[in-house]
T-cell receptor, first 113, second 111 residues
Framework: NAGVTQTPKFRVLKTGQSMTLLCAQD?????MYWYRQDPGMGLRLIHY???????AKGEVPDGYNVSRLKKQNFLLGLESAAPSQTSVYFC????????????FGQGTRLTVV | RKEVEQDPGPFNVPEGATVAFNCTYS??????FFWYRQDCRKEPKLLMS???SGNEDGRFTAQLNRASQYISLLIRDSKLSDSATYLC????????????FGAGTRLFVKA
């Protein structure tokens, strides 16, 4: 089973460039999330989606946009990359409910120079 | 104050040792609690859920203390393969979805 797949796995951007990170899940999960992980900060929620066609802001949404046009895909966009967006980005998915497990993709290491 | 706080460690223990981690949370509306494990440069994976009655899975025991707002993870008979970062995770329902990850506690088990 593929589970949650993120592309690309690594990327280096110049300041001001744009890019889109793709997350795909094959578990028919309703909920999908984008997190960023920085040293000493833990995982911080950027945006999330509770179903196809819906998105919502998380804890640190500024500088990012998302789209969930299909249930299995959740895209994270950076319109104008900044060095502060250098981080490891994780996508996750889960079924609805408080006590359910979140399954994570392998992460995307993004460096903005 | 962070909503979920953990001692970052690192905890350096010999094989066979027993080690315990604590995690405190600030929001009394927290409803679900988990421990995730994250290996170096890998994604987090669920280790175990934490229930009010406490729960055990092999060498791992998790406890929840709602009155003091902390959860704990006890690892007995540590193995080299237990070396990882352990993330405390709390979810709460405040009229909207919110899952909060702690920054993690690093564990190194040495031969």
């Amino acid at each position: 089973n593929a589970g949650v797949t993120q592309t690309p796995k690594f990327r280096v951007l110049k300041t001001g460039q744009s890019m889109t990170l793709l997350c795909a899940q094959d578990m028919n999960h309703e909920y999908m999330y984008w997190y960023r992980q920085d040293p000493g900060m833990g995982l911080r929620l950027i945006h999330y989606s509770v179903g196809e066609g819906t998105t919502a802001k998380g804890e640190v949404p500024d500088g990012y946009n998302v789209s969930r046009l299909k249930k299995q895909n959740f895209l994270l966009g950076l319109e104008s990359a900044a060095p502060s967006q250098t981080s490891v980005y994780f996508c996750a998915s889960s079924t609805p409910g408080q006590g359910t497990e979140a399954f994570f993709g392998q992460g995307t290491r993004l460096t903005v120079v | 104050r962070k909503e979920v706080e953990q001692d970052p460690g690192p905890f350096n223990v010999p094989e066979g040792a027993t080690v315990a981690f604590n995690c405190t949370y600030s929001n009394s509306a927290s409803q679900s609690f988990f421990w995730y494990r994250q290996d170096c440069r890998k994604e987090p994976k669920l280790l175990m859920s934490v229930y009010s009655s406490g729960n055990e899975d092999g060498r791992f025991t998790a406890q929840l203390n709602r009155a003091s707002q902390y959860i704990s993870l006890l690892i007995r008979d540590s193995k080299l393969s237990d070396s990882a970062t352990y993330l405390c995770v709390v979810t709460l329902n405040t009229g909207g979805f919110k899952t909060i990850f702690g920054a993690g506690t690093r564990l190194f088990v040495k031969a």
